[in-house]
């Protein structure tokens, strides 16, 4: 049996003309990778949650975007395959090719608006089309290439590194408490939240981690149980409304989350319910830790106000996961997908550049000034 640890979330397949990734809406049942190669399953894939977490979908967008614009030989008579659109293949000549490349970037853009990667990598592949505004398809394909690969290997980085950061905050016989899934499904390959985990199991520290489930799309109980028992990693699943309990009983000493995006004072949008844990661990004098690459730090997002929290379906509270529906039919239903939690609630912003504490906009600067210094890519 596949151990999920060994597969990267999100890759080029062998031959290079398809996106792979570990259907997450599989997990834990079964581990089915999946290779999509137009533009409608792609903005599908991450809507419905089939590739998911701020990283791992900024990545995902990248490949899909050098990927797409490879294109496909199709004779105009015969009928399109699955899932493709006419609009699906990209046009040769500078001029089509870069307004193509842009609708296409702009459509799968739209397919979540919270975690700030998806734009982010989104842009970096427009801005090296914008840089050569007189090259043609054929020309940009291998600069498109290499980009992807280099925000991907750029993310397995960043993960280490905020993993090396993390585990200083980590003691022997620690328990730590972790919400959603910002685990290896949500980045290539270490997660940010888990990073430090694994790097405490892999210095022998004896550590123990409750996951919240995580209501109502259940990656806390779906993927993150999944991936640290896999890890071999002592893992209690605890439901949303538990944390507290553990917490008052102390059997928690740090939480560790990730995010979808920071505003430039240190608030921060993460999975619907964490902004519930941080207030009940300041209650208890728990550090609250928010692990985020350098990405995921907005700067032109003034405050957690000014961030776009995602609402979703009413289904996914009243049906999902039931065999029959088990709320009243004419219910109303308030389903949003990301909470903030607000700056004052956080101990500390892990990145792969050092540790971030307030005042965040102080620290946040002096972060981008080491990146700039140093960059990974
Ligand atoms: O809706 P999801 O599953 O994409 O939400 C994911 C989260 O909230 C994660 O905590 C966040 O993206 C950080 S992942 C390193």
Redesign the pocket.
């Known amino acids: 049996m596949q151990n999920i640890m060994d597969i990267d979330t999100v890759a080029l397949n062998g031959h290079e003309d398809a996106v792979r990734i570990i259907d997450?809406t599989k997990l834990p049942v079964e581990i089915d990778l999946k290779d999509l190669r137009y533009a409608r399953e792609m903005y599908d894939a991450i809507y419905l949650?089939e590739v998911?977490?701020?990283?791992?979908?900024g990545v995902f967008a990248a490949l899909s975007m050098y990927v797409l614009s490879i294109g496909r030989d199709i004779d105009a008579n015969v009928e399109l395959p699955v899932g493709m659109e006419p609009g699906d293949m990209p046009p040769d000549a500078p001029e089509e090719f870069h307004q193509w490349f842009h609708k296409t970037a702009d459509y799968l853009n739209s397919s979540?608006p919270?975690?700030v990667?998806l734009s982010w990598a989104l842009k970096h592949m427009q801005d090296l089309v914008d840089a050569h505004p007189d090259a043609d398809r054929k020309t940009l394909l291998p600069m498109l290439h290499d980009l992807a690969i280099a925000i991907r290997d750029e993310d397995i980085e960043v993960?280490r590194r905020i993993g090396e950061y993390g585990v200083t905050l980590i003691k022997d016989g620690d328990g730590l408490l972790t919400?959603?899934?910002?685990?290896k499904l949500?980045?290539v390959r270490y997660?940010?939240?888990t990073a430090p985990m694994y790097l405490a199991k892999e210095r022998g520290m004896n550590i123990r981690v409750y996951c919240d489930e995580?209501r109502p799309?259940l990656?806390g109980a779906r993927?993150t149980a999944f991936e640290l028992l896999s890890s071999g990693l002592d893992t209690t699943l605890l439901c949303d409304n538990m944390s507290g309990s553990a917490m008052r009983a102390g059997f928690i000493n740090a939480i560790f989350?990730?995010?979808?995006r920071v505003a430039a004072n240190g608030d921060t949008?993460?999975?619907?319910g964490?902004s519930v844990v941080a207030a009940v661990a300041k209650q208890y004098g728990i550090p609250m830790y928010i692990?985020?690459?350098t990405s995921?730090i907005d700067m032109n997002t003034k405050t957690g106000d000014d961030i776009v929290i995602?609402q979703r379906k009413a289904e996914e509270v009243t049906e999902m996961w039931y065999e029959k529906r088990m709320a009243p039919r004419d219910v109303k239903v308030y389903n949003p997908?990301?909470d903030v939690t607000d700056h004052d609630l956080i101990a500390g912003i892990v990145t792969e550049y050092g540790i971030a504490r307030a005042p965040y906009e102080e620290s946040f600067q002096e972060i981008f000034k080491k990146k700039a210094e140093n960059p990974i890519r």
């Open positions: 997450q949650l998911r977490g701020a990283p791992a979908i979540r919270t975690a990667n993960c919400h959603c899934n910002a685990g949500a980045t997660g940010t939240a995580t799309l990656q993927l989350v990730g995010c979808d949008a993460n999975k619907i964490t692990c985020a690459p995921t995602e997908a990301f």
